[in-house]
């Protein structure tokens, strides 16, 4: 029961910020039909933001570490999104659901702010200082407690977008324009605003899963590549553009890294992973909770 | 007579390049091949800037003479990406668009090997710290090791780890899946083996993994005795702080581990107590004065203490210097030929290379093997064994 427990204690904990993470680059897929491979640099970028300004803030202000990381948290979520809006107004929206096109813009968007991180943050690992310390046993697995915490403001984020695109008319209109836009802007949904909302929601999610990943890792310039070939296999599973797809890929696929990184090894989880994504576009390419393309 | 002049023009330019020299201002450029990024930044930044110290060193102190031309050193740094892919772009950059004949470091077993395919072939001389034993031997006369590796290091670590923890007997191991890894694991399986130790698991982990709770669960739940990470600095460090988490308490060895900093700053108090293979305390008394005065740089420069992956590359650029010197040529060929019979000044003293008995050639620096240990967050040095084999070449010098 131990280790079960344990193993399904690392699966909550490294899920939670796989679905965040994931559920950005669904959205923006959903309605603007553009697949950002930019998307992890909004990620890295507010994880690079964080651990830079955090010890400049503590030597300054002498505040409590936590604090510093609220302030540092907001202020990074801040500028990515400043800079998600540049980036929209700048390049993306010429590009609304041109696969070729967006894909050549996001993979030079890509390469570039890599290059702008490693010579502004320079390429060795950052960490930020800990927040919490101690550690806590659930259903017999044992975590630390700034890990749960954070797993907890994930979930409570994946939660409060759900409710969002679920209930609200601005969610309401996300899913129409996901579903049919022509259909969309029949009823009166102005495209280019919505596509522009959802943009930011994306990026933003970005942000927020950077935000929270840095506390608990080594952070360097690359780090956000990692997530995203995660994020494509999670979304790819999920379903192209699905929300719920998003939240259920990204459990499987922590919990395919967490129980076959036990029971075989790290790599054959990743060869596994891969495999399922191969068996999923030749027998359900529209993923377990995607619509078929019709 | 038009062909004439358009292959003498090319000629001249062939060789422009294949001297690595650029003739109007006699400056022999140097090529330091690292990641500069990732887990492994830390030791590619930093050799980049050593590399730069040894240039102005060198300079300083008149450049380096061959075939009655005094030649300044100028080093640039390039990007591996700790990969082959990466690797293989920044050698085609390095050795083919801007002719560089001479590297003073090379970072990583798969980038090197990208490199070297292209060196070998194209006739430049490449030393580097490779772990992989591949890299060199009689078929690649013109690599070189300027650090030691596995192969000299991992039995004196466990001999240390033996006499302070007779009671261990069991080990698990991990390491990155790549041709680093593999080598490495070869060897520290053998070496742990021949010394009466059981292998309870050797897990595999592939370069970039940020999340590693399911790794450590694994390696937790063997109850090894003994951790030995072939990881990079920054992966160990969260390696050991997940398995902390879950539970585990026993002895830490970072066979990689070049030094506290990087893996205090990622693993807190979790790595406390780690043995670690390749670190050294150049601030300490047993440190030569050019290490204290690189490390004390360092500090200033970089912000962390030096390591002796970084410091290869400072010994590298003064092996390539006394071996120019004595081939009296910018030739690396020849500048090879004579690389095995020199006695020169590295940062540890008297330095050569030998090795032919494990690599079929004597292509590996000879150095000090150190054992050392973190305490309270910092390098401390527990032994520092001089090679046989150097101990010998300097009571044959007159």
Redesign the interface.
Known sequence: MGLIAQLLVNTLQIGAVYVLFSLGLTLVFGVMKVINFAHGQFFTLAALLIAAAMPELTVRFALPAWLDYFVCFAAASLAVSALAAVLYFGAFERYLRDLIGSFILSVGLLLLMEGIYLWVFSGAPRVVPKLLTGQVSVLGGSLETQRLVICGIALAFTFGLYQLVQHSKLGKALRAVAEDREAAMLQGIRYRRISFYGFMIGSALAAISGGLIAPLVAISPSIGNDYLSKAFIIIIIGGLGSIPGAILGGFLIAAIESFAGYFFDLSYATIAMFLLVMVFLLVRPQGLLGHAQR | MKHLMAWAAAAVLAAGIASGARAEDNILRFGVFV?????A??W??GSAWVGQQAAKEINDHGGIKAGGKTYKVEVIAY?NGYNSADGGKAAQAMLNRDGIRFVIQGIGTAPVKALQSLSERTGALLLQIAWGKSVKGPQAPLTFTSSNTPFELFGPLIDAVKRQHPEAKTVALLNP?DATGQEVEEEVVKQYKARGYTILTS????R????F???A??LA?THADIMDMGAPP??S??VFKELS???WKGIKIQSAGTGAD?TV??G?AAVEDTYMGAAADFAGPTATPIQRKLNEGALAALH?PLNVLQLATWDAAMATKAGIEKANSIDPRKVAKVLPDLIFESSYGPAAFGGKETYGSPQQMLVPIIVSQIKNGQTVEIERIIPAELKQRLAKQP
Not at chain 2, 208 to 211: A, D, M
């Open positions: 990641p500069m990024s990732g887990a930044a830390s590619g930044i990007e899946n897990a595999w982990y592939e970039g993994t940020t999340e709770q399911p790794i669960t694994k739940q920054a992966d460090g969260l988490v879950q539970g990087a700053k990622v807190g962390e």
